[in-house]
């Protein structure tokens, strides 16, 4: 993806200047809603993502399930996870569109150590920016949700970009303008959780007693959330984390131990530098060779210096 | 100073050699590593030709210098253990930090402080290895998890501080102590040096213990 002059950016990967002020309102923050009640699993999504970004997903092998391809590659940005769930004599088939939840608090952004790699625009989407990419996969460590994928061929992260060329134009996303059922849907987070809460009503009504939205607050919500009718137990989603957040692993390593490390490295230099201007050098004195070639018996001295 | 007894050898050529491929790759990981580890120091990548090559060769450097370490480990290690002496030693070091180490027990090849920088060198570079290969995704990413590359990556760097001071601290050490840094280069030091700071080698080497 290319930046867009239209799009302004709030975060920026490996970046201590915060970009600048657009000198214009911000944008409002969009979001994706995912009503995994109402998908068929028809992966009509899946097709429109790969039509409108020009990716080419390579034939591979069934594992045996609906599962197609079996997980994120660097050309599906987005697949659909299938689940059989059994509970007491019901089953219920749970089918969640699984690709980047563009969270609030991004964790790859966070990890990446390329400047500019990793954007987060105004209006909440989180992209990422193959010309700055260096491919040493940190977003794959700081993601909560296990998203990015590198490319073997061009060493590069790829992930959904929540389509940030179609959304600048007024576009909703590839997929959501795919989806038969409208079990996705694009707007404005505000008007996204105002129709999630809508259709929680709806659920309940059937029974879904623990239907709920999935914003998870961990990451400071996303944008791109879901209606789930086991919202109590989002990991019966294949997986889907109960309660994502950053890992504080990469909290250490991409806060305290940067400035502390280079503390570290500058107070040992400034330490010996000190040491050397007030102790001076440790030096081999006449006596300390006099006293060598006493021990050798062997007095050399003027016939054959070294 | 006049010399007053031949030159006595303390580094053979290949273990000179040996050393110096250690250091260069170690001077080359350190800028590497430190260009991915804190964005402000990101600009180094240009000097090993942007990011993806940095990003690429790191790893490879890592492996010169494993096999190259490798070498200096099996040279010198019967050389770096720990005797009583050096305890002494250790409990002296403001005595040694003021240049008035008259006093202090005979050395072998090699003091105290040398033989720490020995050990902390091999455990890290150990550690560094490790954690490497787990971090080395263009080959690698398949064999650990997620969770297991985040110790790797939080184990890589906080080794990698740790074996850039103790690089700090032997180069320090190179530069305070006059007449040491020729052992690295020609292979030799006078026999004054070697009265001074290592006595007990020096007795062995023109056997007169």
């Not at chain 1, 129709?195 to 009503?201: E, F, P, T």
């Not at chain 2, 273990?15 to 170690?26: G, Q």
Request: aromatic share 10%; charged share 15%; proline share 5%.
């Amino acid at each position: 993806m290319s930046v867009l002059q239209a799009l302004d950016l709030r975060r920026r990967s490996a970046s201590s200047v915060p970009p600048l002020p657009a000198g214009k309102p911000a944008a409002v923050a969009v979001a994706k809603l995912i009503d995994v009640s109402k998908c068929i699993g028809c992966k009509a999504c899946q097709t429109a993502c790969l039509e409108w970004n020009q990716l080419d997903q390579p034939i591979g092998y069934t594992d045996g399930s609906y599962d197609n391809p079996t997980d994120l590659t660097t050309a599906s940005w987005t697949v659909m996870r299938f689940t059989e769930y059994e509970h007491g004599d019901d089953l219920e088939w749970l089918i969640r569109k699984d690709g980047c939840m563009h969270c609030d608090d991004p964790g790859c952004l966070k990890a990446c150590p390329a400047p500019g790699a990793i954007v987060q625009y105004t209006n909440g989407i989180v992209d990422f920016i193959s010309d700055n990419c260096i491919g040493c996969g940190y977003c794959v460590k700081g993601c909560p949700f296990n998203i990015p994928r590198i490319s073997q061929t061009t060493s590069k992260a790829y992930k959904c970009t929540l389509c940030s060329d179609r959304v600048v134009v007024g576009q909703a996303p590839a997929c959501a303008k795919a989806c038969p059922t409208q079990a996705i849907y694009f707007g404005t987070k505000e008007e996204m959780i105002a129709h999630a809460g809508k259709r929680i009503v709806d659920l309940k009504s059937r029974g879904y007693q623990n239907a709920g939205l999935y914003n998870p607050a961990g990451v400071n919500g996303t944008h791109v959330m879901y209606v789930l009718q086991h919202a109590d137990k989002p990991s019966l989603y294949a997986g889907l984390p109960d309660d994502p957040h950053i890992s504080p692993l990469v909290g250490i390593w991409k806060g305290v131990m940067k400035p502390l490390s280079l503390a570290a490295i500058a107070f040992a230099g400034a330490f010996g530098f000190l040491h050397y201007v007030t102790k001076g050098p440790n030096t081999v004195t006449e006596h300390d060779e006099e006293k060598a070639a006493e021990l050798a018996g062997t007095d050399r001295a003027g016939s054959d210096k070294a | 100073m006049t010399e007053h007894t031949k030159p006595v050898s303390r580094y053979t050529t290949a273990a000179r050699i040996n050393h110096w491929i250690t250091a260069v790759s170690l001077i080359l990981l350190a800028l590497s590593g430190m260009a991915l580890f804190h964005p402000s120091l990101y600009f180094l990548t240009y000097l090993f030709g942007g990011g993806q090559i940095t990003r690429a060769i790191h790893p490879w450097i890592g492996v010169v210098l494993g096999i190259s370490f490798l070498g200096l480990f099996i040279r010198f290690f019967a050389l770096n253990f720990w005797n009583r002496d050096d305890t002494i030693w250790m409990k002296n070091l403001g005595a040694v930090i003021n240049n008035k180490e008259e006093g202090l027990p005979e050395l072998g090849k090699y003091n105290a402080g040398q033989k720490l920088v020995f050990w902390g060198q091999s455990i890290l570079i150990l550690l560094l290895l490790g954690s490497g290969f787990v971090l080395w995704d263009t080959y690698f990413a398949s064999y650990t998890t997620i969770d297991q590359k985040r110790w790797s990556a939080v184990i890589h760097a906080l080794c990698a501080i740790g074996a850039i001071l103790i690089w700090i601290v032997h180069v320090y050490a190179a530069i305070w102590v006059k007449g040491t840094l020729r052992a690295m280069t020609q292979g030799s030091v006078t026999g004054g040096w070697a009265w001074k700071h290592h006595r007990k080698w020096f007795r062995q080497e023109v056997g007169k213990p």
